[in-house]
């Protein structure tokens, strides 16, 4: 059967998409609506510039969507909390806070994901836009976040 696989990576492209999606905001504070119908009808597995996008999870991306725009202060305070002293958030940049945003959601708010498959999605997430050292950042730090808000 590959109904796990098919759903592993609907997810995945899911979470990359969501990434992207709160990127958008950041930059262009596009209404939650209308950036998810945005996705929806011309990202959300499109062909784009001859590029086809993986079919992703929807109601599992606008969760994420959604969930980091309304818990946005709650997620930031778990960031920050583990950001090294004199860091903040802020001083992150836009991409990177985006994919700690999610995981960091992900890792509060969907407990019937993983903790490691949070943390591995998320440091795969950061290879689309990063070299090794990021990737071990976002690691490292999604690692603290789960030790601070799951138990064990």
Do not use: C
């Not at 802020?90 to 993983?114: N, S």
């Amino acid at each position: 059967m590959t109904k796990p696989n098919e759903r592993s990576r609907a997810r995945s492209a899911a979470r990359l998409a969501a990434v992207q999606a709160l990127y958008q905001r950041e930059m262009e504070n596009t209404p939650i609506p209308q950036l998810l119908n945005e996705f929806h009808q011309h990202r959300l597995g499109r062909t784009i510039e001859d590029v086809t996008y993986t079919h992703a999870e929807s109601d599992f991306f606008d969760d994420l969507v959604r969930g980091v725009d309304a818990r946005r202060e709650e997620i930031d305070g778990a960031i920050t909390a583990k950001l090294a002293s004199g860091w903040t958030i802020e001083r992150l940049d836009k991409p990177m806070r985006q994919i700690l945003r999610a995981g960091t959601y992900e890792l509060i708010a969907r407990i019937d994901v993983p903790t490691a498959t949070v943390i591995s999605e998320y440091v795969d997430v950061a290879d689309a836009f990063y070299d090794k050292r990021e990737k071990g950042f976002v690691n490292g730090l999604l690692d603290a976040v789960a030790k601070a808000v799951r138990a064990g």
